[in-house]
């Protein structure tokens, strides 16, 4: 440990965020970084301690504690604070394929059970693993390293998003030739149409793939494998494939006036935005505008947050965020102890733009949609509110939400955004293969292996595990892409 008494002597610190009102006049990243000799300091708050629950990736009680990545954290913050940015990166590399993507959009497992948090703040260790991956560029050491030696071996990777591209770059640098297969019109998956572009600047996402190209990896955009590209095909030219689809089919709530126009999946609203963003600056208006309407977005998770930054950047009349779940405590209570994920209730950058803009927070809680009220047009005009509360079925004791009685009451809705989740992989695709699905409509694997029912073809991230982080699908990427290894070669040295 580079300075023991750091966490004595220094608090914690990160970067700061422009002001709501300032920040949503454009789609950009909004955090101003750290200097160096700041972000010196903060490695050097790592206490280094005996057991390192920061990169430990376990589930408690059904949630994430630590990094899945398993990543080196004491290591690197030590190299931080003594000015070691080379071998930091090293060891940030050793176990991350892409931190310039998880510290930018990770909510950070690592800091919620990092151990000095137990009795004041974390370590700001998403703040040092940015720090370490954007100063390995600026000194070239993130630029690309092709491997010397080929195989001879052809692996084939369905899907763009971080367990595609996670799986590919491991595969690559084994000395495989990947190709990798993406129906959209540009790579990158979730990170590059899932995630707006506030979180997550499309630069960064293209900067990265600009080096995994210069590597060896080979990209194919506009190619839906299982309808213009057959499955029987790709199992011929390649000698493994791997599927990595994403869990893409969304769930829909199935009440009166559903078919009203002007109700959309949250998916496809954050898709459409960005990719006119993209390709015009928005100036196509090939995207669905909330410019003037009154929104309602159902759905109290990221997704729904990422809807409510978007229509107050488009300039929307008013925005409602429906959450059916009680409102979370604003403190861990007592039955949610150290080092458990913290069921607090967080107040992201959406909701904290629509306070500044409207003087209130958008979330509604215990509330969900019974009606959709639409005009003579077909056109969504309104939604009928409706309270709900807990209970248990009598017969299996399972919990649920049911309606309250009189607690009807309707609302304004002009343009409806469904942020209601995912209920697993997009069929057509395991249908093309041949994959069982697993109850929840997920593609069925070995759990340790990754393999399906069928033979050479692998699985992974949320096409295999349902909808999820981005550090768990960089994970299983990478062990996914271990097992093909070891498939093609016999033995394996991919971590």
């Known amino acids: ?37 700041e972000q010196r300091r903060q490695g050097a708050r790592c206490m280094e301690c005996g057991v390192p629950f920061c990169q430990a990736g376990m589930m408690m009680k059904g949630m994430t504690s630590g990094c899945p990545l398993n990543n080196l954290i004491p290591e690197w913050n030590d190299l931080i604070y003594s000015g070691n940015w080379a071998q930091a990166y090293n060891r940030l590399k050793r176990t991350n394929s892409f931190p310039e993507f998880t510290s930018r959009v990770c909510p950070a497992p690592c800091e919620a059970a990092c151990t000095c948090g137990l009795n004041g703040d974390p370590v700001s260790i998403k703040e040092n693993e940015y720090a370490v991956i954007e100063q390995a560029y600026v000194q070239g050491l993130a630029a690309a390293r092709p491997p010397r030696i080929r195989t001879g071996k052809k692996v084939a990777v369905v899907g763009s998003g971080p367990a595609g591209l996670a799986a590919a770059d491991q595969l690559n640098k084994r000395g495989h030739s990947v190709t990798v297969f993406e129906r959209e019109d540009r790579a990158g998956g979730l990170l590059m149409y899932g995630i707006p572009n506030m979180k997550l600047e499309k630069t960064i996402v293209d900067r990265k793939l600009q080096v995994m190209k210069a590597e060896g990896v080979v990209f194919e955009t506009n190619v839906n494998v299982g309808k213009d590209y057959k499955a029987a095909r790709l199992l011929k030219e390649f000698d493994s494939v791997i599927l990595a689809c994403g869990a893409s089919s969304p769930r829909d709530i199935q009440v009166p006036g559903r078919e009203a126009e002007g109700i959309y999946f949250a998916v496809d609203f954050l898709k459409a935005t960005t990719k006119s963003l993209l390709d015009s600056g928005l100036a196509d208006g090939k995207f669905i505008s909330a410019k003037g309407k009154h929104v309602v977005v159902i759905g109290g998770g ?99 939400m049911v309606p309250v009685a009189g607690s009807e009451g309707e609302i304004a809705a002009d343009l409806v955004l469904i942020a209601a989740g995912f209920a697993g992989s997009q069929k057509y695709v395991a249908d093309a293969f041949g994959v069982k699905l697993d109850t929840k409509g997920n593609v069925a694997a070995e759990r340790d292996s990754y393999k399906t029912n069928v033979d050479h073809v692998f699985v992974a991230g949320d096409m295999r595990r349902g909808q999820s982080l981005v550090v768990w699908a960089i994970r299983e990427g990478r062990e996914a892409a271990r097992e093909v290894d070891r498939g093609l070669m016999g033995y394996t040295n991919l971590m």
């Open 1 to 37: 440990m580079g300075k023991p008494t750091g966490f004595l002597e220094y608090e914690r610190v990160t970067s700061q965020a422009a002001e709501p009102k300032n920040r949503i006049k454009n789609y950009k990243e909004f955090h101003t970084p750290l200097s160096q000799e």
């Open 302 to 400: 990221d997704t729904g947050n990422d809807c409510v930054g978007t229509v107050i950047r488009q300039g929307c009349a008013s925005v409602t965020q429906l959450e059916m779940m009680p409102k979370l405590p604003d403190t861990r209570a007592q039955d949610n102890t150290w080092p458990e994920w913290p069921r607090v209730c967080k107040t992201d950058y959406g909701q904290e733009e629509a306070i500044a803009v409207f003087g209130k927070d958008p979330r509604v809680y215990e509330t969900t949609v019974k009606e959709f009220k639409k005009d003579k047009s077909g056109k969504v005009r309104g939604a009928v509110l409706v309270k709900v509360e807990r209970t248990k079925d009598p017969k299996t004791g399972k919990p649920g």
